[in-house]
């Protein structure tokens, strides 16, 4: 064998001297023969295949690529078979691979694939495969690939059924791992035929087949481009329900209901429960997608056993977006596909499924943190504890230190641990920060520090200051970001929901507030802020979050050099009356000749997330007046109460509720009895007509004082 070996490499090595030296045509043509048979058969190695390139390079094969007549008594095809089997071989070399020489061959190697496949070209179109493969494993192979048109040729060559269809479907599927919204947009009808394909054979399959599509079926389940949409994606996703719904409803072993628990929690990243259909069939199908993912969820993490876990950490992630699917399901109101009872039985029985995940994060030790399973296990139990604050609340207490020291350890660390999580429910951006497990828990945490217990551990355990930081990190996420209006981002959201949770610990802990470094850092980031982010209106519930907060931290921290009359203060203060001034105008009132006081356009489609703040805000800004000398004479300046004093007296008394005039009241006494200027303003104005007539006896009582 060795003799035949040395045999063969002698030749082909005499075939490359003669390629060098080939005088004519019919030389070269005769040793590349041989030299390409050789390489058929497997005897090139490394050093070898770079002997040849270096023989002949790129261009060779090129020619032969574009060359007309072969010999006589050749095949039509057979220049062409032979330049595509050297430049598979040379793909071997990932470096070739991505050359520009083998990338612009590519609608080459897409018009061979579409080319009818005479029984002597299958080694043709092997070595196109070869290619394409090499290529998808290069840095600009998979751009180019797509942009190529090989997206296309791909699903035609797959729907043709031919002999290379499987390696079609292998080929498709790794390009949609590394490039599926760049591939869903420009060939979506394409793929969609694929979908179509696979989606009815999935339904008619009767025997482990069914199961195998289950693996395959979710990398044409796109998150970029929801299938819903689209009238024929809404059918290949109602006849993946349909036979989801046979397999799930039947007796099952481990193997199959993995795969088949897999597709499912695809299918609801992508496109939540809209391709599960209403009625009873529906909600019964959703309750069992939620049960099965508990009854997994609770025999894998209640007694965990290490081996087995790790073989069962991905099916338990695809459980966990079930879950967190169920959570939302359980509280929707309008148009809810469960009943009631339903609701209640699944409570229940997710809540026995947290009490699993918290028991397996109990046991986790801190060489483990980096696994990707644990960010999705704290992902979704942070899901839990934002909607569901009365049940599990001891054994979440208990966890909270773990928590809070989980959260901060990826945070400081910027750890890649969020390489593998579930994705977002109804999502439309990319993944948090690599480092973000604090975003999920902001919500839960939001809930917990109105409470005593849980607010006591979280401040034992440093979480101020670590939300602080992240407010900061977050805050430059935000001013990074485009200043036109967009959806609501998760920043934008986090820093929100931070905003929620400090305010809670300035009202429970003023204590904590006045001795904690953390809140004066806070404020000077909320002093800089509110004045940026006032003037973007796509940014009003914030901006009323931070006008808030600001106001009631002032209030606790009066003594604050930075608000002693500091340029930053006066900024502050000045968008905050901008704020409050701003909220309500007068409107023509249907039911009368008179005018009434409404929201103004502006503050409308806001006003139910922001009316609480804004009343928040009016009673911080009256506590505000009397501990800054120099705020009153801003008021003045902002004329505030000159534009008050109007539309109070152009409004129908009757179009104020009691609130609305407390409100007013509580601002207009504490600038009356601070300053006599304003005093002035508000009498000159009629104010004591207008007190009287609204009902303000406090403001009545403090005009008239001498």
Same mark, same amino acid.
């Given at each position: 064998?060795?003799?035949?070996?040395?045999?063969?490499?002698?030749?082909?090595?005499?075939?490359?001297?003669?390629?060098?030296?080939?005088?004519?045509?019919?030389?070269?043509?005769?040793?590349?023969?041989?030299?390409?048979?050789?390489?058929?058969?497997?005897?090139?190695?490394?050093?070898?295949?770079?002997?040849i390139f270096d023989a002949i390079g790129f261009t060779f094969p090129t020619r032969l690529l574009i060359s007309g007549?072969?010999?006589?008594?050749?095949?039509?095809?057979?220049?062409?078979?032979?330049?595509?089997?050297?430049?598979?071989?040379?793909?071997?070399?990932?470096?070739?691979?991505?050359?520009?020489?083998?990338?612009?061959?590519?609608?080459?190697?897409?018009?061979?694939?579409?080319?009818?496949?005479?029984?002597?070209?299958?080694?043709?179109?092997?070595?196109?495969?070869?290619?394409?493969?090499?290529?998808?494993?290069?840095?600009?192979?998979?751009?180019?690939?797509?942009?190529?048109?090989?997206?296309?040729?791909?699903?035609?060559?797959?729907?043709?059924?031919?002999?290379?269809?499987?390696?079609?479907?292998?080929?498709?599927?790794?390009?949609?791992?590394?490039?599926?919204?760049?591939?869903?947009?420009?060939?979506?009808?394409?793929?969609?035929?694929?979908?179509?394909?696979?989606?009815?054979?999935?339904?008619?399959?009767?025997?482990?087949?069914?199961?195998?599509?289950?693996?395959?079926?979710?990398?044409?389940?796109?998150?970029?481009?929801?299938?819903?949409?689209?009238?024929?994606?809404?059918?290949?996703?109602?006849?993946?329900?349909?036979?989801?719904?046979?397999?799930?409803?039947?007796?099952?072993?481990?193997?199959?209901?993995?795969?088949?628990?897999?597709?499912?929690?695809?299918?609801?990243?992508?496109?939540?429960?809209?391709?599960?259909?209403?009625?009873?069939?529906?909600?019964?199908?959703?309750?069992?997608?939620?049960?099965?993912?508990?009854?997994?969820?609770?025999?894998?993490?209640?007694?965990?056993?290490?081996?087995?876990?790790?073989?069962?950490?991905?099916?338990?992630?695809?459980?966990?977006?079930?879950?967190?699917?169920?959570?939302?399901?359980?509280?929707?109101?309008?148009?809810?596909?469960?009943?009631?009872?339903?609701?209640?039985?699944?409570?229940?029985?997710?809540?026995?499924?947290?009490?699993?995940?918290?028991?397996?994060?109990?046991?986790?030790?801190?060489?483990?943190?980096?696994?990707?399973?644990?960010?999705?296990?704290?992902?979704?139990?942070?899901?839990?504890?934002?909607?569901?604050?009365?049940?599990?609340?001891?054994?979440?207490?208990?966890?909270?230190?773990?928590?809070?020291?989980?959260?901060? !350890?990826?945070? !400081?660390?910027?750890?890649?641990?969020?390489?593998?999580?579930?994705?977002?429910?109804?999502?439309?951006?990319?993944?948090?920060?690599?480092?973000?497990?604090?975003?999920?828990?902001?919500?839960?945490?939001?809930?917990?520090?109105?409470?005593?217990?849980?607010?006591?551990?979280?401040?034992?355990?440093?979480?101020?200051?670590?939300?602080?930081?992240?407010?900061?990190?977050?805050?430059?996420?935000?001013?990074?970001?485009?200043?036109?209006?967009?959806?609501?981002?998760?920043?934008?959201?986090?820093?929100?929901?931070?905003?929620?949770?400090?305010?809670?610990?300035?009202?429970?802990?003023?204590?904590?507030?006045?001795?904690?470094?953390?809140?004066?850092?806070?404020?000077?980031?909320?002093?800089?802020?509110?004045?940026?982010?006032?003037?973007?209106?796509?940014?009003?519930?914030?901006?009323?979050?931070?006008?808030?907060?600001?106001?009631?931290?002032?209030?606790?921290?009066?003594?604050?050099?930075?608000?002693?009359?500091?340029?930053?203060?006066?900024?502050?203060?000045g968008a905050t009356l901008r704020f409050l001034s701003q909220a309500h105008t007068a409107q023509a009132d249907p039911?009368?000749?008179?005018?009434?006081?409404?929201?103004?356009?502006?503050?409308?489609?806001?006003?139910?997330?922001?009316?609480?703040?804004?009343?928040?805000?009016?009673?911080?800004?009256?506590?505000?007046?009397?501990?800054?000398?120099?705020?009153?004479?801003?008021?003045?300046?902002?004329?505030?109460?000159?534009?008050?004093?109007?539309?109070?007296?152009?409004?129908?008394?009757?179009?104020?509720?009691?609130?609305?005039?407390?409100?007013?009241?509580?601002?207009?006494?504490?600038?009356?009895?601070?300053?006599?200027?304003?005093?002035?303003?508000?009498?000159?104005?009629?104010?004591?007509?207008?007190?009287?007539?609204?009902?303000?006896?406090?403001?009545?009582?403090?005009?008239?004082?001498?």
């Open positions: 064998m060795a003799s035949d070996s040395g045999d063969g490499h002698a030749t082909l090595k005499r075939c490359l001297g003669v390629l060098r030296d080939a005088r004519n045509d019919s030389e070269q043509f005769a040793a590349l023969l041989l030299v390409t048979k050789a390489v058929r058969a497997g005897e090139v190695d490394a050093k070898t295949r770079r002997q007549q072969p010999p006589p008594g050749c095949p039509p095809h057979t220049f062409r078979a032979l330049g595509l089997t050297l430049l598979a071989c040379f793909c071997t070399d990932p470096e070739l691979a991505g050359h520009s020489q083998v990338l612009n061959k590519i609608p080459t190697f897409n018009e061979v694939l579409l080319s009818p496949c005479p029984p002597d070209c299958t080694s043709m179109v092997d070595d196109v495969y070869q290619c394409l493969s090499a290529v998808l494993a290069t840095a600009r192979g998979p751009r180019e690939l797509v942009a190529k048109g090989t997206v296309s040729a791909l699903c035609q060559a797959y729907l043709s059924g031919d002999h290379s269809s499987d390696r079609a479907l292998t080929l498709l599927l790794g390009l949609l791992a590394v490039a599926e919204a760049r591939c869903w947009q420009r060939d979506a009808p394409q793929l969609l035929a694929v979908l179509s394909k696979l989606s009815g054979d999935f339904l008619k399959a009767e025997d482990m087949t069914k199961f195998e599509l289950c693996e395959v079926l979710p990398h044409f389940i796109p998150l970029s481009a929801p299938l819903t949409r689209d009238s024929q994606g809404s059918e290949c996703l109602h006849r993946v329900y349909k036979g989801l719904a046979d397999i799930l409803g039947s007796k099952l072993s481990q193997s199959q209901r993995d795969p088949a628990l897999k597709l499912t929690a695809s299918l609801v990243q992508a496109c939540g429960v809209e391709w599960i259909p209403a009625g009873s069939a529906g909600s019964k199908f959703l309750a069992l997608l939620v049960n099965l993912a508990c009854v997994e969820v609770r025999l894998t993490l209640e007694e965990p056993d290490p081996v087995e876990l790790e073989g069962k950490k991905e099916v338990v992630t695809a459980c966990y977006v079930l879950m967190e699917m169920g959570i939302q399901e359980c509280l929707r109101e309008e148009n809810p596909l469960l009943d009631e009872v339903q609701k209640m039985q699944l409570m229940r029985i997710m809540e026995e499924a947290f009490g699993a995940v918290i028991f397996y994060l109990r046991q986790v030790k801190q060489e483990d943190l980096q696994d990707p399973f644990i960010f999705a296990s704290v992902r979704v139990l942070g899901a839990w504890m934002a909607e569901e604050t009365s049940s599990l609340k001891q054994e979440i207490c208990e966890l909270l230190p773990f928590l809070v020291h989980y959260a901060r !350890k990826l945070f !400081k660390e910027g750890s890649p641990a969020v390489s593998l999580p579930q994705a977002e429910l109804g999502s439309t951006e990319g993944p948090a920060l690599p480092q973000d497990a604090l975003r999920f828990l902001l919500p839960g945490f939001c809930h917990l520090t109105a409470e005593d217990r849980p607010r006591a551990i979280l401040v034992s355990q440093g979480a101020p200051a670590l939300l602080c930081e992240y407010f900061l990190h977050q805050w430059e996420v935000l001013s990074s970001e485009p200043a036109a209006p967009a959806p609501l981002t998760s920043t934008e959201m986090s820093l929100q929901t931070l905003c929620g949770i400090f305010l809670n610990l300035v009202v429970t802990a003023p204590d904590l507030v006045r001795r904690d470094k953390t809140f004066s850092s806070l404020l000077d980031v909320l002093l800089k802020s509110l004045p940026l982010l006032l003037p973007q209106e796509h940014h009003l519930v914030l901006a009323a979050n931070v006008a808030t907060l600001g106001l009631m931290l002032a209030r606790i921290l009066s003594d604050s050099a930075a608000l002693q009359g500091t340029q930053s203060a006066k900024e502050f203060f039911s009368s000749d008179s005018l009434a006081l409404a929201v103004s356009p502006a503050y409308t489609s806001a006003w139910d997330d922001i009316q609480e703040l804004w009343f928040l805000g009016m009673q911080a800004l009256a506590g505000c007046i009397p501990l800054f000398p120099w705020l009153a004479p801003a008021v003045l300046r902002a004329r505030w109460l000159e534009g008050l004093s109007e539309l109070l007296s152009r409004v129908s008394p009757a179009s104020l509720d009691f609130e609305l005039i407390s409100a007013f009241q509580g601002v207009l006494v504490a600038l009356a009895r601070a300053s006599e200027p304003c005093r002035d303003v508000i009498l000159a104005h009629h104010g004591t007509e207008w007190a009287n007539l609204y009902g303000m006896a406090a403001l009545e009582q403090c005009l008239a004082e001498q």
